[in-house]
């Protein structure tokens, strides 16, 4: 894919490393190097939403919710102004690279009085624009984060089944083991649930569901992030154990 960049700057900041921390730090953009043309537009677009994003918390303030529903996260910020991003621009927020190399690019424009507008674009498609009056504020912007709470998205965690929940309900909780502790979480996968019902799975204490996990953290007393509450948003896989002896039920 053709792609055209204007350098206005060689310092750090340049659009290489918004594009480095889009590749490294949104699971499954890209596997290997050889599938960058197929995929370069929807890293370009990670990025063009991850600017948004800082730009928007940037004028509007910190979030004071976070919430995750089929796929999306939706950021309220202080001022009651929402925003929707995907889950990879949502991880990519929370890495410390894709932060350090957006504040290090806003302070080259900002310190930069002749340039007036940042625009990138891709196949002649405005992506993101800013003026530099909005510079300072997107370099500045709060974490992507609620105050002494976050949320974390384990994708394709292996989650031991010890007490299931056979009918559609996404309020009612499983009882799983992950990583050695028991913890209980809803489904939330509608997909699953019908796939249950027209028998495409089955599974029994023991099996594991392959599945991506939402956890809820908070600061606890002592100043650690403590696991708060589990949401299981989609499920990948049922793996069944073998069993060497037929139980009759």
Aim: net charge negative; proline share 2%; hydrophobic share 40%.
């Amino acid at each position: 894919m053709k792609l055209e960049v204007k350098v206005a700057s060689t310092r750090a900041g340049c659009l290489e490393a918004i594009l480095t921390a889009a590749i490294e730090n949104a699971p499954g953009l890209l596997t290997s190097l050889s599938q960058i043309s197929g995929q370069l537009s929807t890293v370009i677009e990670c990025g063009h939403k991850y600017l948004e994003l800082r730009k928007s918390l940037g004028a509007n303030g910190a979030p004071k919710q976070i919430e995750q529903k089929a796929g999306n996260v939706y950021i309220t910020a202080n001022d009651n102004s929402q925003v929707v991003i995907n889950r990879n621009v949502y991880n990519l927020s929370a890495s410390p690279v894709a932060t350090a190399a957006a504040e290090s690019m806003f302070d080259v424009v900002d310190d930069d009085a002749e340039i007036e507008r940042l625009l990138i674009s891709s196949d002649g498609a405005e992506g993101f624009s800013a003026t530099r009056e909005e510079f300072s504020q997107i370099q500045t912007a709060p974490a992507c984060a609620v105050e002494y709470q976050r949320v974390d998205i384990v994708e394709k965690a292996t989650l031991s089944v010890t007490k299931p929940v056979l009918e559609a309900n996404s309020r009612r909780k499983w009882e799983f083991y992950w990583q050695g502790f028991k913890i209980t979480a809803t489904v939330e996968d509608e997909d699953f649930f019908e796939g249950m019902q027209r028998h495409d799975c089955a599974f029994g204490i023991g099996d594991c569901l392959v599945a991506d996990l939402e956890v809820t953290k908070a600061i606890n007393a002592v100043g650690v992030w403590q696991n708060k509450a589990f949401r299981v948003m989609k499920v990948h896989d049922v793996v069944n154990q073998g069993r060497t002896e037929q139980m009759n039920l």
